[in-house]
């Protein structure tokens, strides 16, 4: 296993632990998404914190996923192109964003 996908794969072990992942960045937030899509499972929480220029971090709202965001059951794949799409729209924005994701 290569040194990249060993920090994934920790990544993904971490993500279904209680504690969730570490902080992340959107590089390695997609990478860990890929991931988690090959083997059939998506993101279940996803905590996203705007970083501001003195270091401190703010929850974000728009761009976290806080269980299932619509009425009844969505399935994995539709998490997925959801989660893409948020993250497609913060790396869009002049600001830093890092995120804490449980699977």
Not at 51 to 61: A, K, N, T
């Amino acid at each position: 296993m290569n040194d990249s996908l060993a920090v994934v794969d920790a990544n993904f072990q971490m993500a279904q632990s209680g504690t969730g992942t570490g902080y992340l960045n959107i590089e390695d937030t997609r990478s860990l998404l890929d991931f988690t899509a090959g083997k059939g499972r998506t993101f279940h929480t996803v905590e996203a914190f705007l970083i501001h220029e003195d270091g401190g971090m703010q929850l974000d709202l728009d761009y976290s996923l806080l269980g299932l965001e619509s009425e009844g059951e969505m399935l994995s794949e539709d998490i997925t192109a959801l989660y893409y799409q948020k993250l497609a729209a913060a790396e869009a924005l002049p600001v830093e964003y890092l995120f804490k994701i449980w699977i």
